[in-house]
């Protein structure tokens, strides 16, 4: 069983940085992708960024603006947001999908809400 602690959400005014973290931990585990999803009021879930060994892909909205890293020894797994817009407030949830054993995890969710 795999345990995802996330952090660093909050309250910007457009324009403004944050800086999301993930920790995964818990029993043995092989991670195969980690990434970031958002969900904002009404609408569904949505992909932001992923990482898989040296490819991240992010979605059309947030390129050139939020970075996507991991640390792959800790298990961790980072988004750094820049030149936030009020259309990115949502509630953002890491995910692991992890190959041995073969499973899906996902974050309790963290609020990024942007000011205009």
Known sequence: QVQLVESGGGLVQAGGSLRLSCAASGSTFSIN???WYRQAPGK???LVATI???TMIYADSVKGRFTISADNVKKAVYLQMNS???EDTAVYYCNVDTRVPPRTYWGQGTQVTVSS
């Open 33 to 35: 992708v980690m990434g």
């Open 44 to 46: 569904q879930r949505e």
């Open 52 to 54: 898989r060994g040296g």
């Open 84 to 86: 936030l817009q009020p």
